[in-house]
């Protein structure tokens, strides 16, 4: 029987009653548009989007060039399936994507549709490639939700929480952040280093030999832990344990990879660190779902065929989509605009966290590019308590209420991790002057909150 059309509020309610509850969702709302960085409500009202669909749209909402090669790409072959044969899309991507990894050790591919997904394709290529099971992880990792990728996820416990044992053989370790660690946020990098390197040379002492160790999984910025850039004095030690102990490195770039933080790569930061498997998704094809990994021929040779696979892995309109990206980022300075609208928010940013009228509010602001995370000290929870060197009261709950006020005044902001931040990931086509706006309403925002206490 076919649909009764209803109205924007009989939908948001269908919606309310019938989609999963389980999904979860910051705001009952119809995303009606979107071009660039600014998306239309189904009412008319306008946003000016830093969410970018938790950093995927990374070239803004329907940029003209991806949108017009996936329309072309739908009235030629939409769906051709990788065990049947090839598409061109996949092949020209591959072409594409050859050109920009970090390391020429990263030669051989396999696409598939989503981030999860691809974290589940090195769960097997690495156990398959060392002949061992055991997978070490850090305390504040987001690899998925999946049930091998939620067994890797430790950033919060309502991924895996109530669904029974998850994948076993998986053992976490700390990050070099204070937090995690347990220390005063003054600590310095260099002790946060040394604490976070002990842990896991003890850890492969204590609990899982490093004849058992296939793969160390590392994002080399925590995305839902809190937006924190991994030292690269840190990076190079986990890079050396590896070498010593034959397990495989794979960098987790999903979130952080195509431009995000500045380089195309995050790892690209520490050119001396070769990943193993790299890991990459959400910036790739804007928009439509495809991910991938990248690893050595001999490593992915280690795969029989038939192992490796899915029905819609690498599609051709999303692989289309893909292409398109990557030739946008050779034609345009992408990554000049990235740095330049950084160096802009962390000005902002810092600004406010040394204002007299907001400063106690802050307790950190971090990241790399334009995946930046601003923390607030908070009274409501004594894992997030921090001592704010002010004598003015420390409000309760201020990014969930900061993040409601830029809503209130047009601005789409995201928390993160389970401690008090927000994250900033706007498309990397921001412009000066929207990045001007949103630092304007942040500012109004921050500064409500710390008058209403």
Known sequence: MPSVAKDDAALIALGLEHMASGMGRKWDIIMESGEGLVVTLSDGTKKLDFTAGIGVTNLGHCHPKITAAATKQVSTIVHAQGAIGMSRPYLQLVD?????????????????NSGSEAI??????????????????????????TYGASALTKSKTIYSEGVGSVMPGVYTTAFPYWHALGVSSETSEEELV??????????????????DTAAIF?????????????PAAFLRAVRAICDKHNILLVIDEVQSGFGRTGKFFNIEKTPDVKPDVLVFAKGLANGFPLSGIATSKEIMATMPPGSLGGTYAGNAVSCAAAVAVQDVFAEEDILGNVNARSAQLFTALHAFASSPKTSHLIADVRGAGLMVGLEFNDSSDSICALSSKSDKPIPKNIHTRVQAKCYEQGLMLLTTSIYPVIRFIPALIVTEEQM????????????????EG
């Open 96 to 112: 594409r994507l050859l050109n920009c990894m970090p390391t020429p050790n990263l030669n051989s591919f396999f696409l598939w």
């Open 120 to 145: 589940e394709a090195a769960i097997k290529v690495t156990r398959r490639a060392t002949g061992k099971n055991n997978i070490i992880v850090f305390q504040g990792s987001y690899h998925g939700r």
């Open 194 to 211: 040394r604490l976070a390197v002990y842990q896991l040379e003890l850890l492969l002492k204590q609990q899982t030999a490093p004849t």
């Open 218 to 230: 590392l994002e080399p910025v925590l995305g839902e832990g809190g937006y924190i850039q991994a």
């Open 436 to 451: 001007a706006t949103a630092t304007s309403i942040l500012k109004k925002a921050l500064e409500e909150v710390a008058l």
